[in-house]
């Protein structure tokens, strides 16, 4: 009797660029014990065991019984093979062909799933946060790159090998500059951390406040160090960043017409740039088909700090049917 | 016992800007009787009564009697509200905000379905046609414009409210040319017929073929003018099909990276044109992620001159659950 009306609980695992997380959560996405470590990029093995170190640790920090556990979900950056449980490829990991799903599987022996972490934040925020009323929503976290993940009446979008969703990946000038992904005039290659800094370096000069705050090391320009400049008054910085909230507007009014979505979620470092995301709305007005228009939230992302671990959560819940 | 065994039939309607058509179709999409007269555009209400006599005139011949009749499917080019059985707006027909559904249902009282033309080419590939074995595709039709329809998981994706899917209106470069719909630089405007034609009367010159096969009328210049030059080796004509080309290997290119397809299908005038098609291959090649690229299949339109009827005789079957 005791122990009978015990809530289901879920591990939900991101295995960032830079940090590891693993955190226990209820269905109703609260946090109960979170636990993060650097993540060590030296080799997949050191990856491996350092997250099955963390999840162990939730185990034995909170006392939870793998019985109580309905399963963990794993949120990875890079290319994934959803069916398969693979990680295909991570652009800032050293991970290739890496059956990560089931290594956590066997060494646990509860339910793991394993997907990108766009799918998993796309997840969070329909099942979590912001996106809780609608079935139709494309969210964007725009960060060093753009990741794009597609919730479509109520299901996760993954296309056929489960790489869709790769916003960053749309051609919006096809003589823009060069993008990672090997294609020019991406997105990505336009909207990004890593495009304003390029940006910046290419056309910075002695005038700018961009050159003084960098000391004249062309190769210390960040995105952080563009908005700064901005934020004091400098033109080119504020240059910069308009053409980059165009060339976002433009992409999101694309998603707008070709989606007709309910709403637009935009999440990442960027996305908190208000100079980015007023440049974009005025330029969505100006393109987005009316009647897509006139019925799309546009929003930012609700979950934040936390937003891997939920999103990897709701991975768990979505795949076991618990949610819908 | 006689009538026992009589197969249910559909009757699919085409209703399109120079031709209506309506068709007696059976469930594995044969043409029991056809009947086709120009589309009437002085006004809706002549436009209306065309329709239904076409629609009446297929139980007359056929002798169908109602009660055989699963449904009525109509495909419309423009801007339908699905839910309501709405023709919004269609570009090229008198009809605006005309509840098209249902004058057609209470006149026939069986039930009747109301989409635009490019989810019923789809719905038609997907279930009668090339796309039978995939449950991901995407079908553009390239003619006067560029419409796109999306089957998803098996199912018609119409978004939020029923205009997803407007892939000729995805901007491609945002200081392209202006496109019908307001905005500028959207596929629609680089690479449908009217682009083609619009180009060409630009650039056009007394040297080209071009200028000679319309006897220097530049309002004669039609994309068809401009394939029949490139052919006779005018090297402006075969310029402007490879500058088109390209483009609809960006937007093709976009498709792949955002949909993570099974299968892209292309239909309509444009598509017969392989110089185009030639070109767009060799485009997505260069700029369609790899994974995805790897799992497309780009193949032309299987259903051809009755294309519409039995996407609308798909439709029935579909939003009756009777295909899945």
Redesign the interface.
């Known amino acids: 009797m005791v122990n009978s009306r015990i809530s289901p609980l879920i591990i939900g695992v991101d295995v960032g660029a830079t940090k590891t997380t693993a955190a226990l959560v209820d269905e109703q996405a609260n946090i109960l014990n979170l636990n993060r470590k650097s993540t060590p990029t030296e080799s997949s093995k050191i990856l491996v065991r350092n997250t099955i170190e963390l999840i162990e640790e939730i185990f034995n920090v909170s006392k939870a019984c793998v019985k109580n556990i309905l399963g963990i979900g794993l949120g990875v950056a890079g290319?994934m093979d959803f069916q398969k449980g693979i990680v295909?490829f991570s652009p800032n990991l050293p991970l290739r062909n890496l059956p990560l799903r089931d290594i956590v599987h066997h060494h646990f022996n509860v339910p793991t799933f394993l997907d990108n972490d766009a799918n998993v934040a796309a997840m969070g925020e329909k099942f979590f946060g912001v996106g809780r009323e609608?079935?139709?929503l494309v969210c964007l976290t725009i960060g060093t790159g753009i990741g794009?993940g597609m919730i479509?009446?109520d299901?996760v979008?993954?296309?056929?090998?489960?790489?869709?969703?790769?916003?960053g990946?749309?051609?919006?000038?096809?003589d823009g500059p060069p993008c990672g992904?090997g294609?020019r005039g991406c997105l990505e290659a336009f909207a990004s951390g890593t495009a304003i800094a390029r940006r910046a370096r290419e056309v910075v000069n002695e005038e700018s406040i961009i050159f003084r705050l960098i000391r004249g090391k062309i190769e210390d320009i960040s995105a952080e160090v563009v908005v700064h400049a901005a934020r004091k008054g400098d033109s080119l910085a504020k240059r910069i960043l308009r053409e980059v909230g165009?060339?976002l507007g433009?992409g999101v009014?694309?998603v707008i017409?070709?989606?007709?979505?309910?709403m637009i979620i935009i999440g990442g470092g960027m996305a908190e740039i208000e100079e980015l995301l007023t440049t974009a709305r005025a330029e969505i007005s100006?393109?987005a088909?009316a009647?897509?228009l006139k019925?799309?939230k546009i929003v930012g992302a609700s979950l934040r700090t936390n937003a891997g671990v939920l999103g990897a959560a709701a991975l768990v819940l979505y795949e076991l049917g618990k949610l819908t």
Chains 1, 2 share one sequence.
Do not use: K, Q, T, W
Request: hydrophobic fraction near 40%; glycine fraction near 8%.
């Open positions: 290319l295909v609608v079935s139709n794009g479509i009446d299901r979008y993954r296309g056929a090998g489960g790489s869709a969703a790769e916003i990946h749309m051609v919006i000038d096809p992904c294609n165009e060339a433009v009014a694309n017409n070709i989606f007709n979505p309910e100006r393109r088909l009647p897509n019925m799309v």
